[in-house]
């Protein structure tokens, strides 16, 4: 599979962003996706993940009650949105998926496939 991530841009504090990942490929609903980001000068965190029905999601302790994440099989599509932006949410955000993996998973190991990201600068 094949992953197009997309959506970033400049956006103030508080500001809220919809990010895109598009998926190519067969049987894409079969895949677990994870949003990972990476800040400027810092290692690769995970941010959020979505199972393969779309029914369970699981976030980091820093985004939680902030961030969201929905899918659309049909479209082969995943749409995290971030809301209250912060500056220190700025980063190249990465979607990212496995097959047959667990939704839990936060490692950047655990994904087989990556996108090419999409970086969200936020201002203060």
């Known amino acids: 599979v094949q992953l197009q991530a997309s959506g970033g841009g400049l956006v103030q504090a508080g500001d809220s962003l919809r990010l895109s990942c598009a998926a190519s490929?067969?049987?894409?609903?079969?895949?677990?996706v994870g949003w990972f980001r990476q800040p400027p000068g810092k290692e690769r965190e995970f941010v959020g993940s979505?199972?393969?029905?779309?029914?369970?999601?699981y976030f980091a302790g820093s985004v939680r009650g902030r961030f969201t994440i929905s899918r659309d099989n049909a479209k082969n599509t995943v749409y995290p949105q971030i809301n209250s932006l912060k500056p220190e949410d700025t980063a190249v955000f990465y979607c990212?998926?496995?097959?047959?993996?667990?939704?839990?998973?936060?490692?950047?190991?655990?994904?087989?496939?990556w996108g090419q990201g999409t970086q969200v600068t936020v201002s203060s």
């Open positions: 979505i199972n393969w029905g779309g029914t369970n999601t």
């Open positions: 990212a998926a496995d097959r047959g993996g667990s939704y839990v998973n936060t490692r950047p190991r655990d994904y087989a496939y």
């Open positions: 490929g067969r049987d894409f609903s079969s895949y677990v």
